[in-house]
C-alpha cells in the first residue's frame, strides 16, 4: 500500500520559515519524481516545487528564492524549506510523487501565514 504522509505545517507570522516533510512508503522512492502542491481556500491545486529522480527541481514563480525542495532517498523523505513566509502562501500543501502511470498524493498538511 503506497502512503505518501506529509508533515511540519502550522501557524506562522509573515516573514516566517517552516519546513515540510514527506515521508513515502510502498515506492522504490528513487524512481519516483517529488512534488509539492498547494490549495489555498476557493481556488484549485498548484504546483509549489518538484524535484526529479535525478535531483532537477522546478519551482513556480512566486516561490522562487524563497522556497527550496530536496529530497534523501535513503530516508524516502521529500521536504520542502519555505522562508519568507507571506499571508499569500496559506494554503494545504500536498506532497506528491509520480513515475508514470502511476501518480500519489498525501493527505496534506495545512499552513497559515498570519500575524
Known amino acids: 500500500q503506497v502512503q505518501l504522509v506529509e508533515s511540519g505545517g502550522a501557524l506562522v507570522q509573515p516573514g516566517g520559515s517552516l519546513r515540510l516533510s514527506c515521508v513515502a512508503s510502498?515506492?522504490?522512492?528513487?524512481?519516483?519524481?517529488m512534488g509539492w502542491y498547494r490549495q489555498a481556500p476557493g481556488k484549485q491545486r498548484v504546483l509549489v516545487a518538484t524535484i526529479t529522480s535525478d535531483d532537477s527541481t522546478n519551482y513556480t514563480d512566486s516561490v522562487k528564492g524563497r522556497f527550496t525542495i530536496s529530497r534523501d532517498n535513503a530516508k524516502r523523505m521529500v521536504y520542502l524549506q519555505m522562508n519568507s513566509l507571506n499571508p499569500e502562501d496559506t494554503a494545504i500543501y500536498y506532497c506528491?510523487?509520480?513515475?508514470?502511470?502511476?501518480?500519489?498524493w498525501g493527505q496534506g498538511t495545512q499552513v497559515t501565514v498570519s500575524s
Open positions: 510502498g515506492i522504490i522512492f528513487r524512481l519516483y519524481n
Open positions: 506528491n510523487g509520480n513515475r508514470w502511470p502511476r501518480n500519489y
